[in-house]
Nanobody, 125 residues
């Protein structure tokens, strides 16, 4: 089993930056890909970014490309989401997720089997 704990959320003004962290424990961290999703009030959960087990490949949603960057440190069992140039529409609960395997970095939430509790990000205008 895998436990995921997010941190780093908060309130920030538009144009600002935040870095989210997700610490993993349990199954060896390098054995699965990792992703970030978000869910805004009244909306479905949506894909944000994902990264393979080694960090060699990643994918980002079009809505965050050029502003957000996913990375991981396997020595620290942690995945990060650096968020720059934040916009009010980025306001959501952000969840980290552990993938079913090492390589899947797609957008389907069903391929991610481990989930954190989420951290709130609020961007004021």
């Amino acid at each position: 089993q895998v436990q995921l704990v997010e941190s780093g959320g908060g309130l920030v003004q538009a144009g600002g930056s935040l870095r989210l962290s997700c610490a993993a424990s349990g199954r060896p961290f390098s054995s699965y890909a990792m992703g970030w999703f978000r869910q805004a009030p009244g909306k479905e959960r949506e894909f944000v970014a994902a990264i393979t087990w080694s960090g060699g490949s990643s994918s980002h949603a079009d809505s965050v490309k050029g502003r957000f960057t996913i990375s991981r440190d396997n020595a620290k069992n942690t995945v990060y989401l650096q968020m720059n140039s934040l916009k009010p529409e980025d306001t959501a609960i952000y969840y980290c997720a552990g993938g079913r395997n090492r390589l899947y970095i797609g957008t389907s939430a069903r391929e991610y089997v481990y989930w954190g509790q989420g951290t709130q990000v609020t961007v004021s205008s």
